[in-house]
């Protein structure tokens, strides 16, 4: 379990990537950073006004602390690229989520667009981390494009409903051999410990922490979870079965079948 | 000329590096476009700026 794994040439130890979207304060970062040992933070990029005396969300990340800078707000490639040029600037980081999003009830994800960033922006030498809808041939189109990993969502950003798309993310899992980190909709701890259960290589959360009552102590139990499910995926999930299997041995002396009513036969 | 879409004059505004330091800006994590393109750190000192120029300080805040 304490095996590092490898994303865009980083070797990380922790596979819980949190969002710092809609947290009470940034002074919870430091906290929630210590208590789960996460090595990757999404942030966004927006303008800065000038009265503004609102905490400074930089002045709260460590510095071994890789910034993953999100593209949201960007409605088609062209935008999203922009963003990822600023935030890289900004940041000094290479690593850009790529979220496009057309629609805003469902802040569904356009597929076609993130295609299209994807590729010009690892020409540019950045390591991209695209934000879809679950969809096996887009992944391996991303792949293709030299994706740094896949982030199909598990349920649409801030609904909480968990991994509902599981049918559509086990393909992605199964054939595509770069990193995939299940992104969006995970509510809480068993969520989380479905996803790795899966065998998604890494989770991203926001909204179930940054809304909780206590964030940090929700970061640390949703960190737990995804531990618990790696090492469960990593020793191997078993599969369900239809009828009982007794796991105490059948109390053998008991010999009289004739007057055991329990059997089914009918 | 424009900052963040508003309006500003001012005489004394000749650089970027004199909006930074009239509008109290920390220069460490901003990004700053000059009509749509990205003027790197090293040149905000000397970067003059015209009557027209639209300017966009950008930064980073919270997000997934």
């Known amino acids: ?266 | 000329m424009k900052l963040n879409g508003k309006e500003i004059k001012n005489k004394n505004i000749k650089t970027l590096m004199d909006i930074i330091v009239l509008y109290n800006y920390d220069i460490k994590n901003i990004a700053i476009l000059v009509n749509d393109h990205v003027v790197k750190k090293k040149q905000w000192k000397s970067y003059r700026l015209s009557e027209n120029d639209e300017i966009e300080i950008i930064g980073f805040v919270g997000g997934g």
């Not at chain 1, 989520?97 to 590729?119: M, V």
Request: glycine share 6%; with cysteine.
């Open chain 1, 1 to 266: 379990m304490d095996k590092e794994f490898e994303i865009a040439g980083k070797k990380l130890k922790s596979r819980f990537f949190i969002g710092t979207g809609k947290l009470p304060t940034y002074k919870l970062i430091p906290d929630i950073i210590k208590k789960t040992g996460i090595e990757v933070l999404t942030v966004a990029v927006r303008r800065i006004n000038p009265a503004s005396k609102v905490e400074n969300i930089m002045d709260y990340i460590p510095k071994n602390i890789i910034i993953m800078v999100n593209t949201s707000g960007a409605r088609n490639a062209d935008e999203a690229v922009k963003i990822a040029k600023i935030g890289s600037e900004i940041s000094g980081s290479k690593w850009i989520k790529i979220e496009i999003e057309a629609d805003t009830k469902y802040l569904a994800p356009d597929n076609e667009e993130t295609i299209k960033a994807t590729k010009k922006l690892v020409q540019e030498g950045f390591s991209v981390f695209p934000y879809i809808t679950p969809d096996l041939i887009t992944a391996k189109k991303l792949e293709k494009a030299g994706a740094a990993a896949i982030m199909p969502l598990g349920s649409f950003i801030g609904t909480n409903k968990g991994i509902t798309c599981e049918t559509l993310i086990k393909p992605i899992i199964q054939e595509i051999k770069i990193p995939v980190i299940i992104d969006a909709g995970i509510g809480r701890p068993s969520h989380a410990a479905k996803a790795m259960e899966m065998g998604a290589s890494a989770i991203l959360v926001n909204t179930a922490i940054a809304i909780a009552k206590d964030p940090v102590k929700m970061a640390v139990a949703i960190d737990m979870a995804v531990k618990a499910g790696r090492i469960a995926y990593e020793i191997g999930i078993l599969a369900e079965r239809e009828f009982a299997e007794a796991s105490s041995p059948l109390t053998g002396f008991l010999k009289d079948k004739k007057n055991d009513k329990r059997n089914n036969k009918k």
